[in-house]
């Protein structure tokens, strides 16, 4: 069976506690505000120069240093999930093969907002789940300080920029014991928007309201049966990092423990496409997470669409 063989992170020097954000921006807030309704403590955010491109290849990079140096040119399909990339072409997955000095594969993105690496594990699985030899490369990647509205607490205090990334290496096979789900469903409201054409600035804009709604009336009812067909004796839930009272329901909801459904957005805040491999590699580097093809996880996106989508395998 094809399987996942290195994960890595990238996460940019500068953090930013609650206080100093709310300092360095001056929105109307309170860190116990903050941490009472987010569980959110502080963030990551990227330097003014450093673009999307720049965390993903740095986020590669960590992958690839536990790896066999000729293995880079092994890398035959290259995708990036952001939402947050400043460039419209080339793609961030362009240039992160031009970074890494990969001399041929096939490089894209996928513009998922935080179901985006979701749909690019779906997107590898099925592109190459025949393929013999080489390796796919995949990476969620966003400098989401670029695109916020710092006169907006409800989304601003939100959050943070960073990367992950993840290597598959094929046999001919598929990932081992896989089942995915994704849907979209109309969003007539825009819910989460970046408005690059009214805004030149592309701040983005939130409905924090519609999207609890959404994920407490369509993502955990799908989860929970999703589970209930597929993945009842999971050993991790690795979710997307959107706030912890979402956490905190699904641990309810799906009636397990909250040890099963790690969490790290108290320091990392909620990092979009970034989330799940970010909190995937931190469990591998803590040696919660194997790699070894024994361990069941489920991953469960959802943000802008409105989309969502999980996914069982063995990891």
């Not at 360095?24 to 309704?37: H, V």
């Not at 300080?145 to 290496?169: C, H």
Request: include cysteine; proline fraction near 3%; aromatic fraction near 6%.
């Amino acid at each position: 069976m094809s399987r996942i063989v290195a994960t890595g992170s990238y996460l940019p020097e500068k953090i930013l506690t609650n206080k100093e954000l709310i300092e360095r921006t001056g929105i109307d807030s309170s860190d116990e505000w903050i941490t009472q309704r987010t569980g959110i403590h502080q963030r990551h955010f990227a330097l003014g120069h450093e673009t999307v491109s720049d965390l993903a290849i740095q986020a590669a990079k960590d992958l690839l240093k536990q790896m066999d140096a000729e293995i880079v040119q092994e890398i035959q399909l290259i995708l990036v999930a952001t939402m947050s990339s400043r460039l419209p072409t080339p793609s961030v997955a362009s240039q992160v093969q031009r970074g890494l000095g990969i001399e041929q594969a096939l490089a894209f993105d996928i513009s998922g907002a935080c179901s985006g690496f979701i749909m690019a594990l779906e997107v590898a699985e099925k592109l190459t789940r025949e393929q013999s030899s080489g390796y796919t490369l995949m990476i969620g990647a966003e400098k989401m300080s670029e695109i916020l509205n710092f006169e907006d607490r409800g989304t601003s205090i939100l959050f943070g920029d960073g990367a992950g990334a993840v290597l598959i290496k094929h046999d001919g096979e598929g990932l081992k014991n896989y089942q995915s789900e994704l849907i979209s469903l109309p969003d007539p409201k825009d819910s989460i928007h970046v408005p690059a054409e009214e805004n030149p600035k592309g701040q983005m804009s939130m409905d924090g309201r519609e999207v609890f709604n959404f994920v407490l009336r369509q993502v955990i009812p799908s989860l929970s049966n999703f589970i209930q067909d597929y993945a009842k004796d999971f050993d991790y839930l690795i979710s997307h990092q959107a706030n912890y009272r979402f956490i905190e329901i699904l641990a309810k909801k799906l009636k397990v423990s909250l040890d099963k459904i790690p969490a790290n957005i108290d320091k990392m805040a909620n990092t979009s496409a970034g989330s799940i491999p970010i909190l995937l590699d931190q469990m591998v580097k803590e040696e919660r997470i194997f790699l070894n093809s024994t361990q069941e996880v489920v991953l469960v996106g959802y943000g802008a669409g409105l989309a969502w989508g999980q996914i069982r395998l063995t990891i």
